[in-house]
């Protein structure tokens, strides 16, 4: 494994809304961090160095952003309390609070789901 980072901010490109690339603050497991904003959640957590978004639910090995388009499913956190989140497809808030997903999340019992969801006993 190496120690070097695999991922570093790139500067702004020239004319991009400076907004968008104001630092803001999110926790992640409850550690604060400062973010620049107007990236996906899984950007700007790879951005501060979160090298570990998740853990299988079979072995418990380490996950992380692999595809940023929303195709692997690797880079599921928890954000704002919600489960099983795509970090990559989420754009990062100033004060969320996101969350490593270990293992598999719990169902809903079956008094909260939709009767036509559950129309054939499943």
């Known amino acids: 494994m190496t120690s070097k980072p695999l991922f570093r901010v790139l500067s702004p490109a020239p004319g991009t809304d400076a907004q968008a690339d104001a630092t803001i603050q999110i926790w992640f497991n409850d550690q604060p961090l400062s973010v620049p904003g107007g990236r996906s959640v899984a950007a700007a957590l790879l951005a501060a160095g979160v090298q570990r978004f998740r853990a299988t639910p079979v072995s418990g090995a380490p996950r992380a952003p692999y595809c940023m388009m929303g195709a692997c ?17 989420v754009t990062v808030q100033d004060g969320m609070r996101i969350h490593s997903q270990e293992g598999a999340r719990d ?16």
């Open 73 to 89: 499913f690797e880079c599921l956190v928890e954000i704002d309390g919600m489960p099983s989140r795509q970090s990559c497809l």
């Open 107 to 122: 169902l809903p019992p079956l008094s909260d789901l939709n009767p036509v969801e559950n129309a054939h006993g499943r």
